[in-house]
């Protein structure tokens, strides 16, 4: 007789912990002819706000860490990522991917995090300045994170959950990313990778469920600095809009893909920095 | 400055300034020193600039010298009818001259401006002082050298502006709708029309109610300059002008300066057409002095960070933190040096404290005043007597106060000053960044790495160490959290006025 194997439970990712859903709600995955895959969670507004207190708390302290501390982590979780790449092929294969794309995806998405890891150091001396004030002070501008970012990551799956997650760790902000509903699988199998790869507790939360419920509450939070919203509903983008008016909240709307490598994104989700130093003695 | 005038009576013997607690003389008066207005020339009425044309308005509104309450002016009010006739012959001038021209010969009409702004600096500084009631000596020697350097840095860029972001080619956007307050009236008008321009957008720009008169003036200087027709359109008018210019289709950017309640209004409005903002808004800037300071520096940096400008200040130190032990000391020396300041008359050379800008923020000012006294902290004002005619606060500083005290929480824009103390430089972190604003930050200490913790730690996006209320063209400008989105000034700030 065969063995049995085991399925996993999955569940939510908040403060570094895999918690059910506050709510006890699921929803059902099923494969392309129509087998069952998964109970997902369904996260609740509740799930955000926790996931948001961690995230506050965790943010602290991840931005302090060192530049080179930081790259070294973003480097971890490639590592893991590759290590565990075949499970991530199956996990895209269940989720509709061919095995040759679903192989593509993984790899990239490895990739990214390499690059990503890279601009650890590199980005703030880029997008840094001193500037030649005319009277005697010595003056510059550096790149600090914005803090507590929510994203709805693009429907597209790993590589898109992927590109949305490492620019905004890599500058040093906590983040809350609601994962494709779509295709959350790989998302929570992600989340074990972050969880075996020094990354902080906190430093990344992960939300299974759906944008129309969470978004509201996502644009509206007034502990969250910023918003990434990868859509292409106009309506929801305005909503986000006009609800993250309420707290300045710095919303990025781009398109629902994975985002191309670039530090224009890490910046996204930078504030500028002057400070003025007399010279003298 | 208020810097300079304290290093006035420096030569004094230490023992007398032992004694005295502070080396300056006090119980003196100044005979007037009235800065003259003969240059100034100011009509009786103004229309709206629109297209290189004078343009008459749907209505007109009285501006006056709220040092006098005396009309000085009338200007037109733009409705939608004007603002539209001005957005689009800013539409115009984008598509048929500036996005056309090359950089280099853009940056040559900004270098004219700078240069004629430095021919004609003391008929604007006095204008400033009349409309808006600042003193004289900051006009002239605070905002108008800033404008005139703030075009002449901004015209090198305008050729030069591959370089500034690498790996991207960036681009104009088109038409930018401005809308700017009545602090720095022209000096606002500087930062948002100066690179707008280098960057290759042509504007609209609606300057404060009660501040119109030095943006007219301006416009001149553009004729003067032979800037194109349209390049720059200038429209007059209260809010309802501004929201029918940030409601307008036409218009491809929005950069706001102004309170973070209209800055919330705009990020709404512009919710739908996703449109790029930059916002410039409010603060509660905390101004922290550790026990390790140079004390009678850092009392000047407390009377400059929160009476310059009559404390109409987005970034004033309007929240003073005192590390307990010296918290007395400074206190008792900040009392004495408010005393010598010279309240009144902004068109005297003298003056440090203009008047009001207005009725309506006299009103603003008095209210939360009296909201501090009534939440229980305890309030003081210096013995200065104020002019009869005319708006005028006196300097005032809360003591005793509560983080949720109204007069810690909210920005009151006035010359009002609320004092707390803290022990541990945690603790002073904390408290600065127990705010939703975010704009700027002092630190007053000796020791080099306290600075830096300290100034990494507080959540603002311009911070003074040992100094305060410096402000310079290529430095760049703006807030964190609900102090608004984006910068002004600088390298980064060009990023407001380009698609990168």
Redesign the interface.
């Known amino acids: 007789m065969s063995r049995l194997s085991i399925n996993k439970t999955y569940k939510l990712y908040i403060g570094g912990k895999f918690p059910r859903t506050e709510s006890g709600r699921y929803y059902e995955l099923t494969g392309k002819k129509g087998e069952f895959l998964a109970n997902v969670s369904q996260g609740s507004k509740k799930d955000f706000r926790n996931a948001v207190v961690a995230a506050r708390k965790a943010q602290g302290g991840w931005a302090k860490s060192s530049a080179y501390l930081k790259g070294q982590i973003l480097y971890r979780v490639a590592e893991m990522l590759e290590g565990r790449s075949d499970q991530f092929v199956e996990e895209l294969r269940m989720e509709g991917r061919t095995a040759a794309a679903a192989r593509k995806e993984v790899e990239t998405s490895i990739d990214l995090f390499v690059h990503y890891a890279g601009w650890s150091d590199k980005y703030p001396a880029?997008?840094s300045?001193v500037?030649?004030?005319?009277?005697s002070?010595f003056?510059f501008?550096n790149p600090?994170p914005?803090?507590v970012v929510a994203a709805v990551a693009p429907m597209s799956g790993l590589l898109g959950l992927c590109s949305v997650v490492a620019p905004i760790m890599v500058g040093g902000n906590a983040s809350v990313v609601l994962a494709s509903s779509e295709r959350p699988l790989t998302a929570i199998t992600f989340a074990e990778v972050l969880n075996s790869s020094d990354v902080p507790g906190g430093v990344v939360n992960l939300v299974t469920g759906f944008a129309d419920e969470l978004l509201p509450v996502m644009s509206s939070h007034m502990d969250v600095?910023a918003l990434l919203l990868c859509s292409d509903d106009a309506k929801a983008?305005?909503?986000a809009?006009?609800q993250?008016?309420?707290?300045?909240k710095?919303v990025v709307?781009k398109p629902d893909a994975p985002l191309e490598e670039s530090p224009?994104h890490v910046m996204d989700f930078q504030?500028?920095?002057?400070?003025?130093?007399?010279v003298g003695v | 400055m208020a810097a300079e005038r304290a290093g006035s009576g420096g030569g004094r013997s230490r023992k007398v300034a032992k004694k005295r607690d502070h080396d300056f003389v006090t119980g003196t008066s100044y005979a007037p020193a009235p800065e003259s207005s003969a240059q100034v020339k100011i009509a009786k009425s103004y229309d709206l600039f629109i297209g290189g044309k004078w343009v008459k308005g749907s209505k007109r509104m009285k501006t006056i010298n709220p040092a006098t309450e005396k009309v000085l002016s009338e200007v037109a009010v733009a409705g939608p009818k004007e603002v539209d006739l001005a957005v689009k012959a800013a539409r115009k001038a984008y598509n048929n001259v500036w996005k056309k021209m090359p950089g280099r010969e853009r940056g040559k009409y900004l270098f004219r401006v700078a240069r004629l702004l430095q021919e004609r600096a003391r008929e604007f500084a006095v204008l400033e002082s009349m409309d808006g009631g600042k003193p004289i000596r900051e006009s002239r020697d605070v905002d108008l050298p800033l404008v005139a350097?703030h075009f002449f840095y901004h015209a090198g860029w305008a050729d030069k502006l591959d370089y500034a972001f690498?790996g991207?080619k960036p681009q104009s956007l088109g038409v930018a709708g401005q809308v700017i307050p009545w602090n720095f009236p022209l000096l606002m008008a500087a930062w948002k029309l100066a690179p707008a321009l280098a960057c290759g957008n042509t504007v609209v720009l609606k300057p404060a109610e009660t501040t119109p008169l030095t943006a007219l003036l301006l416009a001149q200087v553009f004729e003067e300059a032979g800037l194109p027709d349209g390049v720059v359109n200038i429209v007059t008018g209260a809010g309802a002008t501004g929201q029918a210019l940030v409601e307008h289709p036409g218009v491809d950017k929005i950069a706001f300066t102004g309170s973070?309640g209209v800055?919330?209004?705009i990020?709404?409005a512009?919710?739908?057409s996703?449109k790029k903002h930059t916002?410039e808004?409010g603060g509660k800037a905390a101004h922290l002095i550790f026990d390790d300071a140079p004390i009678n520096q850092a009392v000047e940096g407390i009377v400059n960070g929160i009476f310059f400008n009559q404390g109409h200040v987005c970034c004033a130190g309007s929240r003073l933190l005192v590390q307990e032990g010296v918290a007395d000391l400074v206190i008792r020396k900040l009392k004495r040096r408010m005393e010598t300041l010279v309240v009144g008359d902004p068109l005297d050379k003298n003056t440090d404290v203009g008047a009001i800008n207005s009725k309506e923020q006299l009103g603003r000012i008095k209210g939360l005043v009296a909201a501090g006294e009534k939440e229980g902290a305890c309030s003081w004002q210096s013995g200065q007597r104020l002019p009869g005619k005319g708006y005028w606060f006196k300097p005032t500083i809360f003591t005793d106060c509560a983080q949720s005290h109204r007069v810690v929480q909210e920005e009151i824009f006035g010359p009002v000053l609320a004092i707390q103390t803290f022990r541990t430089p945690e603790e002073g972190i904390e408290k600065a960044n127990n705010t939703?604003y975010g704009l700027s930050g002092g630190v007053w200490t000796d020791k080099g790495s306290k600075?830096f913790k300290v100034?990494?730690a507080m959540?603002?996006?311009?911070?003074?160490?040992?100094?305060y209320n410096?402000f310079?063209p290529?430095?760049?400008?703006?807030g964190?959290?609900?102090?608004?989105?984006g910068?002004e000034g600088?390298?980064?700030g060009l990023a407001a006025y380009l698609e990168?």
């Open positions: 880029l997008f300045s500037n030649p004030v005319a009277s002070h003056n501008s600090e914005t803090g600095n983008a305005a909503g809009r006009e993250g008016a309420e707290n300045v710095r709307v224009y504030e500028i920095k002057t400070t003025w130093h007399p | 350097a690498p991207r973070t800055g919330k209004m990020q709404r512009l919710a739908k996703g916002l808004l939703p600075i100034t990494s959540r603002a996006g311009v911070l003074w160490a040992n100094t410096k310079d290529t430095s760049p400008f703006g964190y959290k609900e102090s608004g989105v910068r600088g390298l980064h990168i």
